[in-house]
């Protein structure tokens, strides 16, 4: 099993963020396939379906978003510890004792500091693990401040019985 260390907001094993499409192709071979995340999506991106690596463009076609399944055949190592090998519980304390606090939302463990996110729908096992550019952090952190203010309006229009939020103000 080949070993790919997470370099924080630098990239995971030989794939450094920044790296052109083309060079990310030749590291992993030509066994990908190509596919839109979502129907938004600006860019394709490839999947490695052998090793379970998805990998992730900007519009310049550059690498800026990398993610790994638990069926991999690649060990994902981040300050001694295999993602794949622990559980959630472990590794939240294993990142805390390491100084990286993270934050969850919908299943997802982030860790703003490194770039570093774990996909586990039930909080016990690591369904993925991903890593961000510090710029595809960057844009995503503001999506999720987005969203986070989108939640806090809808609650106070509940909370004020339906209608619109009360201005706080009068």
């Keep these: 099993m080949a070993k790919w260390m997470i370099e924080p907001l630098v990239g995971i094993g030989p794939l450094k963020f920044g790296m052109l499409r083309d060079l990310v192709r030749a590291e992993l071979g030509p066994d990908y396939q190509v596919f ?23 519009v310049q076609d550059r690498l800026d978003f990398i993610e790994i399944a638990y069926d991999s055949i690649l060990s994902i190592e981040f300050k001694g510890v295999n993602f794949f ?7 939240l304390d294993h990142m805390k004792t390491a100084g990286h606090l993270g934050t969850i939302s919908h299943d997802v463990h982030y860790f703003e500091d490194t770039g570093i996110a774990i996909y ?51």
């Design 36 to 58: 839109k995340k979502t129907p938004d999506s600006l860019n394709d991106s490839d999947a490695y379906d052998r090793i379970s690596v998805h990998c992730y463009y900007d």
């Design 85 to 91: 090998d622990v559980t959630v519980p472990i590794l």
């Design 120 to 170: 586990s729908p039930q909080s016990v096992k690591i369904e993925a693990v991903s890593a961000y550019s510090s710029e595809r952090f960057s844009v995503f952190l503001a999506l999720m401040q987005q969203v986070a203010e989108r939640r806090r309006l809808r609650a106070l229009k509940r909370q004020a019985g339906g209608g619109q939020p009360k201005n706080p103000f009068g």
